[in-house]
Every structure is written in C-alpha cells, then in structure tokens.
C-alpha cells in the first residue's frame, strides 16, 4: 500500500542479519553481544504481562545523515508530524486499555505497547522493528537469548515496501506482524512471509473491485497511473491483468516519477490529455499525487473522470476549493469506515509525561500547541516561533484530524488489528493441558511463549467487533474483503466531501459482490452524467468486432455479419452460425425459420403446371368421348380400337400423374408419383409399341410370305403383351418402394437460405431402372415406327407414331441435364413439365390426325378412303 520510495528492502535487511552475524560470532567468543551504535527512536511505552509492538508512520525524516565514512554520523532527525498517524498509533493504546479493563478478555492480564515512529522511512522502520522483536539492552548474554522475545507481535508497518522487508525478516523467527495499511498483494504469499496478517484487503480485492466498477458503468477504455514502489508497481500488475481478463483495455500507463521531475510530470500531462480514454485509474499515495495534480490545476485539465485507490481515497491534500473543478466527482476505493464507542474522549484526555520512552507524545504536544518543552526559547533564522508548553493545555479547543473521529478508517483497522492479536492470546491461553494443537496434544508455555505459536491462533481467530463487522483470516493472512466506495462531493463551503455511494465486497461462495447508488453519485460533468471512455464505439447486435491491426482489442471496427450469420448481443466477437433449419433475419440479429420452398398449387408456376395437367386430362377424356361415339367408324377400329381406349387411358393418368409432384411433399405423394408416373407411362409407351407391331403384322399378313403373321397379333395376344411389359414396371416399382421407399427430405444444399423440400429418391439404382425401362421400350417402338413408316396406306398410323416417339424421346433426352441443373422446385417443375411435354405429343401426333378427319373431314373415315392407296396400287 502507501509507501515512501522504494528503497532496496534486500539491501538494507541484509546488512542487519550481518550485523546480527557478528553479533552471534562476538557471544560465541565471549558470552556476551554489544550494541554498535545507538538510534533515536521516537515512539510511547506501557508495561505489561505482554507487550504489543507497534510502527505508525508519525513523522517524515526528510533525508539520511551524509555519510563520509571519517566520523560517526549524527543521528537523523524526523519532521512534520502527521495528526491522522497519530491517532492511528494513540487507536492502539485505546485498543489495548480497552482489553485490560475487559474481565471477559484476557482476565488477570495486562497488555502493554512499545510503539515506534517510522518517520516514512525503510532505515527507520527496520530498526525499530529489530529493537521491537530483539529489544533494546545494551548487551546481551547468552541468557538473554533464551525465552520469548519482548513483544508477541507488531502492529505494522503500513507501508507495503515496509512490510516486505520486515515480514521477510520476521517471518523467519515467526514473529507474528499485523498490518492495518499495507496492501501489497504480494504480502499474500505465505512462503516468503509465513506470519504476516492484515486487516486491510489486499490490492488485489481493490484492483478486482475497481473493475467492477469500471465494467457497470461500461469504461473499457482507461489510463493508469501508479507510484514507483512496491504498492503501485503490484497493483498496477494486477490491474492489467484483470482488466485483459475481462477484455477490457489499458489506453497509457504512467509511473510517477520519485524526484517529482516537472519535465516527467508535464509529460503524463501530454499522454492524458492526448489520449481519448475519458477515465483514470490512479495508485499512489498522495503525497506522491499531489505534484501531478498541482499540474493538472496549472492546466487546467477538466473532462477527466478519476478513480482513487484507498492510498488517497480520503487524503485531505485535494479536500480544497482548488480541486474541485478537476477532482470533483472522482469514485474511490476507500477502507471500510469504522465506529469506536468512547474513542474520542480518549484522545483528549491525552497528556505528556517526562519518561523518555513515551517522548512521541511531547513531540505531539509541541507540534499542535506551537510550543516547546524546553525552557529556553528557540529560535528559527532569528526569530523567536516558540512558546513554552506547560503539558495543562486543553485537546478539546483543537481541531485537527487527531480528534476527528468522523471517518475512522486505517485506525479502525488498528483496533481490529489489537483485538485479533489479544483473541489469539486469549485462545492460547484457554488450551487445555493434554487437548493442545502443538506436538503430543500439547500447549503453549506462558513463561517461554514461542511466536509461532501465536501465529497459529491468530490463523484461526474469529470474532465480531463492536460495531458489527466480522474479523477474521484466510490461509494467505488477509482479511475478510469488503471496501467503501465514495464520491468527492461539493459541499457549501466550496470544499469537497467524501460520501459514501456503495459497498465492494468479496467472499468465498458469493463472488465479487458491488453495490452502487447511482442516484446519489455526483458527476463533475455538463450533462451531470456518467462519460463515454472507449477507444471504439460498441457493436450493435447484426454486427461482430473485427480487432485494428495494431491496437488493443478495445479498438476495433464493427463488420456486418454474413448470411446466415447472427449476433444477438453487443459487442459480440464472433458471429454465430444458425442451425440448420433457420436463417438469420434481413438485419442479422436472430435466428428466423428458413423459407421452406416446394412447388405448390398457389405459386404461379404451380398453377401453370396443375393447368396444363387438367387440361391434358380434358383433352384425353374428350378424344375418349370422341373415340367411344365413333368407335364403330374404319378409322377408329383400325389397329385394334381396344388398344387406343387404353392409350387413352394411360395418357390420361400420364397427366393426372402431374399432381403428385405439386404440394407438400408427404410420404405417400413421395411413393406414388414416380410409380405412377412410371407405370402410366410403361402402359402408355407398351400400347404404342403393340399398335406398331400391329401395323407391321397387318402389312406383313397382306403378302403370300406373311400371311400366319396375324396369327401372333390378335386381341388376345396384343392385351396380354401390354400387360406383361407393364407388370415388369410394376416389379420394379414394387422392389424399390420396399427396399429404398422415397420419402420427404428437407434439402439444403441447394440455396442456404431456403429450405427445399422435396422427395428423395432413396435409390439411384431404382430410379434409373424404372427410366431405363421407359426409354428402352420408347427405343423400341420409334425404331420399329421408323421402319413401318413407309408401309402402304392412305391412313399409316406408323408415320405419326414415329413422330410421337421422337418427340417423346427428345423431351426426355433433354429433361436430363435440365432436371440436374435446375435448383430446387424448379427440378419438380421441369420433371412435371417433360411429363406434360411428353403426353401432349403423344396425345397430339397419334390422336390429332384422327380426330381431324373424324370431326372435319367424316367423308374420308370411309374404309374406301383408308385403303385407297392400296387399291389404286392394284389397279
């Protein structure tokens, strides 16, 4: 969390354990180990049965004494004193008189406190926490070294730089050290730090919490800038993380430069004002911030939405009239306030004493009465600044953040800090002689009490604070997550206020939980309303995102999806495929059932086709009629009447065979239409052929040679060939209906936005049998047509036969290639259409030049006339 610059942890703690190396190496030789050196450590004292060492960040050492290496340096001296951390460490002295006078916890034991001041340095903070866990004796026996150490745990550091390198140390004797502030997410790691706690969560519930709220109000775009420490460096690490995990995208990321550089700090000026990310992310502390910010005002930079980590979520640095226009608004992530009951007069009751080792204390009287404890005046470049303090002056006339219990945050967390420590003590000391958790089920020894196993109590402490919150650790030492959200809010004196708007909270089976009241948050814009921060504008629903080469995956352009393609959502990254039987609609947004395509009694093609079938039908009835009055006339009994009343007839079904391609297909119109249409046709195509081997018998029984030709082609003979040629279709029709039956299929593959619906055919082989059937015999009777055709007659019907056949074969020929390339209904409709083409010009060139001379021309339906040629050959 907040820390000073980053100076080397590694370093400074490696030459403390060599300073401890020679310690042991001079007790080893003599039994005894002297300090080297002395250091002033500022800090407050109270015995006790058990101490509780503390570090508070209470004074800022501005710099280390030079070093020359020719003379021993002076000892540093600590500046500006800080009242907020001041109250943080007096929290703890609160906390701790609380438990003594607490019959229920801790009976017939006293806490005391030893409390240094780190003065917001990593030198300052490493010794006193080896004076904490080492003490302070000016030698040390070997006796000394036995027994535990001089406190049972450390509140502190609350710096995360700090806390690294004193856990590191810590941890390797299990001394137990609760941090209220440090933040760090990598403190979690309990390899490297086996007895570090926290009561603050760590930054990576912070960074995880400013990203929810980040993804509410819809800011994929945004900038971060970050401390150089350990505190900003980790959560910066862990932002980006999060935000690439949920797509989200980092527009610049900024370190704040340590030596506050105006060339530095101009330039993260240029990179926020340049950028279009409308939204900043910022961890550091404030007094890191403050320089950038004071630039920002310079600029005057407005349009910028903020959004604070809980190091400056509450500083009272940019609480000024200065700020607001820049920094009103701005959402932070603050530690979960607290109330303690009675702290307040405990803090005013303050008062300083001469000890020595509670000379913090006179240092904070000095500092917020302007006086001096010294009895001779001081001066300051020659001016006396100084009154004499008398310790009688009144805290109550005051008002600094020392006594404003308003907005108890990191000294809440100080009281939970005391309470978990005391709880585990208190635990430890209800073990029960033989029931223990520590080897052979036994317990601690009071009087050589060893640290870790406190550390395994406060692993295990569980308790509820006086103000309702539950206190308690995971397995990595960190507490229960939960974080305050404020807005910074104008108040009437100009001044800027944090009011809470929502709650961040995370646990184990609900998951990152984050309320937010929008109606009360406060924003620093014209429209009062939340800004717009993305690099490209969200994909509407019909379109996917399509990534710019080169830029984040927040920067993209929106591509309309193809057919058949959907996005029902915004934003979506890929299109997505609609099953089989839907099509996306015309703006691609949903999945709409495809247009199922057949050739039906409504479509205009349909009604043309169903048309042409009745009228065919018509035609053959009425040449049937025709045909039935006139049947005793020469030119209908010629060539066997009976066999033109059954070409009839099988044209007849040739045509009415047409309306089982038209509709639905069913199953039932699947397995009727081809064996209908192939049986009336066999029937048809089998008359035809009997009529020409009739011919050529009559004309062949007219010669001496050929005169038992008759003999073959009578009635009789010429209905049962008709039937046997069509029983064969008829056993081909029935072996493929029972083996590979036809049936309805939904066919896709023609056009992908339509669903055809036709019948298959179930087999290829069956089909082609039952074509090749017809052909073969329409084959046969065109050859023997076309060698009758020259026969002598005035009326030879062999003529029109040839040309009946020809015209059905080419119709055929040519349905083929047109049937396999037509698509969809258009294949049924050309089948239908070669039927039709096909009967029509059987109906046409075998019955038209009959029925021509029967209705216009009755004087030549004469068996004279019929035979005329033949006589006049004679004559």
């Not at 915004?570 to 703006?587: G, K, L, R, V």
């Amino acid at each position: 969390m907040l820390s000073a610059k980053n100076y080397s942890a590694g370093a400074r703690a490696g030459k403390l354990i060599v300073s401890l190396w020679s310690c042991i190496a001079l007790m080893a030789s003599s039994g005894t180990c002297k300090l080297q050196g002395h250091f002033t450590l500022n800090g407050m004292y109270q015995d006790g049965d058990f101490l509780i060492g503390g570090l508070f960040e209470v004074q800022y050492l501005k710099a280390f004494p030079e070093l020359s290496f020719k003379m021993e340096p002076k000892l540093p001296r600590c500046e500006l004193f800080y009242m907020t951390s001041f109250q943080q460490a007096r929290t703890m002295v609160f906390a701790i008189n609380e438990i003594n006078n607490n019959s229920s916890l801790l009976p017939n034991i006293t806490l005391g406190y030893q409390i240094f001041d780190n003065c917001l340095r990593l030198g300052v903070a490493f010794r006193g926490a080896i004076a904490l866990f080492s003490g302070t004796e000016e030698t040390v026996s070997d006796l000394n070294c036995k027994g535990p150490p001089p406190v049972i745990g450390i509140i502190g550091d609350p710096g995360s730089t700090h806390s690294i390198a004193i856990s590191s140390v810590l941890g390797l004797f299990r001394v137990p050290m609760i941090s209220f502030y440090a933040t760090c997410s990598c403190l979690s790691d309990r390899k490297k730090y086996p007895s570090f706690f926290r009561t603050i969560p760590s930054d990576a519930f912070q960074v995880r919490a400013m990203v929810q709220i980040l993804r509410h109000f819809g800011w994929i775009w945004v900038g971060l800038i970050y401390s150089n420490n350990d505190y900003g460096i980790y959560a910066a690490q862990s932002f980006h993380q999060e935000m690439q995990l949920f797509g989200h995208c980092v527009a610049f990321s900024e370190i704040l430069p340590h030596d506050n550089n105006p060339r530095d700090i101009q330039r993260i000026i240029g990179v926020i004002q340049a950028s279009t990310a409308r939204v900043v992310v910022v961890f550091s502390h404030s007094s890191l911030l403050i320089h950038l910010m004071n630039e920002v005002v310079l600029q005057n930079m407005t349009g910028r939405q903020w959004i604070a980590s809980e190091a400056w979520a509450t500083s009272p640095m940019f609480q000024t009239p200065r700020f607001h226009p820049f920094l009103g608004g701005t959402l932070s992530i603050a530690i979960r306030r607290g109330e303690i009951q009675g702290l307040r007069d405990f803090l005013l009751r303050l008062h300083p004493n001469t000890d020595q080792r509670n000379n913090m204390l006179r240092i904070f009287w000095e500092n917020i009465f302007g006086c001096s404890f010294e009895t001779e005046s001081k001066k300051t470049d020659g001016e006396q600044v100084k009154k004499v303090c008398t310790g009688l002056e009144d805290l109550s006339t005051t008002s600094t953040p020392y006594t404003d219990v308003s907005g108890l945050r990191a000294s809440y967390n100080v009281y939970k800090a005391v309470y978990a420590l005391a709880h585990a003590l208190h635990d430890l000391m209800q073990c029960e002689k033989g029931r223990g958790p520590f080897s052979g089920n036994s317990c601690a020894d009071m009087s050589n009490l060893k640290p870790w196993q406190l550390v395994h109590y406060l692993q295990k402490v569980n308790f509820t604070t006086g103000f309702g919150d539950h206190v308690s650790f995971d397995k990595n030492g960190d507490a229960v997550a939960i974080y305050d959200v404020l807005n910074w809010q104008p108040s009437s004196n100009g001044a800027m206020r944090f009011h809470k708007v929502g709650v961040a909270s995370e646990g184990a089976a609900t998951g990152m939980v984050l309320m937010l009241d929008e109606d009360a948050i406060y924003w620093n814009f014209e429209n009062k309303k939340p800004p717009r921060s993305v690099c490209s504008e969200s994909c509407l629903p019909g379109t996917r995102r399509a990534t710019k080469k080169g830029l984040p995956v927040c920067c993209f352009d929106c591509l309309q999806c193809g057919d058949g393609e959907i996005s029902n959502t915004i934003d979506a990254t890929e299109c997505i495929m609609c099953p089989d039987e839907f099509w996306s609609s015309p703006n691609n947004v949903q999945c709409v059932p495809k247009e199922v395509e057949f050739l039906s009694y409504e479509d205009p093609l349909g009604i043309s086709l169903t048309t042409a079938s009745l009228l065919g039908t018509c035609f053959c009835a009425l040449v049937l009629v025709v045909f039935a009055y006139h049947r005793h006339t020469p030119i209908v009994r010629a060539n066997n009447s009976e066999l033109s009343f059954m070409l009839l007839l099988s044209l007849k079904l040739c045509f009415l065979c047409v309306l089982l391609f038209i509709g639905q297909p069913q199953l039932w119109t699947c397995q009727l239409r081809h064996a209908v249409f192939g049986i009336s046709f066999v029937l048809c195509i089998s008359s035809i052929l009997v009529k020409t081997m009739v011919v050529i018998a009559v004309f062949k029984s007219s010669r001496p040679e050929g005169k038992g030709a008759m003999k073959w082609f009578e009635a009789t003979q010429q209905r049962c060939t008709v039937l046997i040629l069509t029983a064969l279709q008829i056993v081909i029709c029935a072996v493929w209906l029972s083996t590979a039956s036809p049936a309805p299929y939904k066919n896709n593959q023609y056009i992908r936005s339509k669903i055809v619906y036709e019948c298959a055919i179930g087999s290829v082989a069956g089909f082609s049998m039952l074509l090749g059937y017809i052909g073969l015999l329409a084959a046969i009777s065109f050859l023997l047509a076309f060698l009758a055709r020259k026969l002598p007659d005035n009326f030879n019907e062999a003529k029109f036969i040839t040309f009946s056949m020809l015209i059905f074969c080419a119709v055929w020929i040519t349905f083929v290639p047109a049937y396999v390339s037509s698509p969809g209904k258009y294949a049924v409709a050309m089948e239908i259409f070669a039927i039709l083409a096909s009967s029509f010009g059987l109906l046409v060139a075998i019955f038209a030049p009959k029925c021509y001379i029967i209705l216009l021309h009755p004087e030549r339906n004469t068996k004279r006339a019929i035979m005329g040629r033949q006589t006049q050959n004679k004559k």
